[in-house]
């Protein structure tokens, strides 16, 4: 809903807006990744999925 804007995502987050640019820039020093490039968020969603359906089904494996 913030569309990139760290002001307004700092806000609903109740963060100071430094605090967020700096968490934002370790994330990509840590995973080389930038939640700021929409190539690179759109990765990074794509892995989540992935890895929540693939620890749902383990999971649904085991109980049965």
């Known amino acids: ?3 990139g804007n760290v002001s ?5 987050l ?3 807006r ?3 640019n700096y968490r934002l820039d ?6 080389g990744l930038s939640l700021r490039t929409l190539g690179d968020l759109q990765l990074l969603i794509s892995v989540s ?3 929540v359906s693939s620890l749902t089904y ?4 085991k109980d049965a």
Do not use: I, P, V, Y
């Open 14 to 16: 109740f963060l100071h």
């Open 49 to 51: 999925f992935s890895l």
């Open 18 to 20: 430094n605090t967020l």
């Open 26 to 31: 370790k994330f990509e020093e840590q995973t």
């Open 58 to 61: 383990n999971s649904q494996r």
């Open 1 to 3: 809903s913030c569309q």
């Open 8 to 12: 307004q995502a700092s806000q609903l």
